[in-house]
């Protein structure tokens, strides 16, 4: 009998990871793991002190549109929303018990404008790796999480949205097969 959180054989509820590759548990050998699982309240704090990091290098670049981060940890209501919401999901990456990522999601569907596919899809919110961690597969992690999550969904598809100065985060998508499908352009009129 299949476990409910099992996409083609694989559980996204329990799986754990060695770094850069997602492997069942029972393949496990010496090297070092990673544990996903789904955020809880428990781990607001670290969450918080990761949406900083992100908040920061934000803002630094696109100061028009991203605020100076406020104290730490004045955004875990926001956090604990997500967290709580339905039809989404919050993923934390977890190396020796340390939260060092985290992505957020949500399945969304168009029911209102006639000209638009009617297809599920997921929007990834948030990914943040901590600086220290990065290049180590956590990210890469993360989305396969939240692709098997969307799968199990229904998604036919996952869409993001990435800020123009951040090339990094942009070639990382591009080498997971993430394609340009629409630009958003701004201009400031005051």
């Not at 309240?41 to 918080?48: E, G, H, K, T």
């Not at 869409?159 to 352009?185: H, P």
Request: some cysteine; glycine content about 6%.
């Amino acid at each position: 009998m299949q476990d409910e959180n099992d996409v083609d054989g694989y559980n996204y509820r329990t799986s754990r990871v060695y770094f850069g590759k997602q492997l069942k548990p029972k393949t496990f050998g010496k090297q070092e793991i990673m544990n996903i699982t789904e955020a809880s309240s428990a781990d607001l704090d670290a969450i918080c002190v990761l949406s900083n990091q992100i908040n920061w290098d934000h803002h630094n670049n696109v100061p028009t549109v991203f605020n100076s981060p406020a104290t730490m940890g004045s955004d875990k209501d926001f956090w604990r929303a997500l967290i709580d919401s339905e039809n989404s999901i919050f993923f934390v990456a977890r190396h020796e018990d340390k939260i060092q990522g985290f992505i957020t999601a949500r399945i969304t569907q168009n029911l209102k404008v006639v000209f638009l596919s009617k297809d599920k899809i997921c929007r990834v919110g948030t990914i943040v790796v901590s600086k220290e961690h990065r290049s180590k597969g956590i990210g890469r992690s993360l989305m396969d999480k939240v692709e098997l999550w969307a799968k199990k969904s229904g998604a036919k598809e996952i869409r993001l949205e990435v800020m123009e100065f951040n090339t990094s985060a942009q070639a990382f998508y591009k080498s997971d097969g993430y394609d340009i499908q629409s630009r958003i352009l701004a201009k400031p009129i005051a």
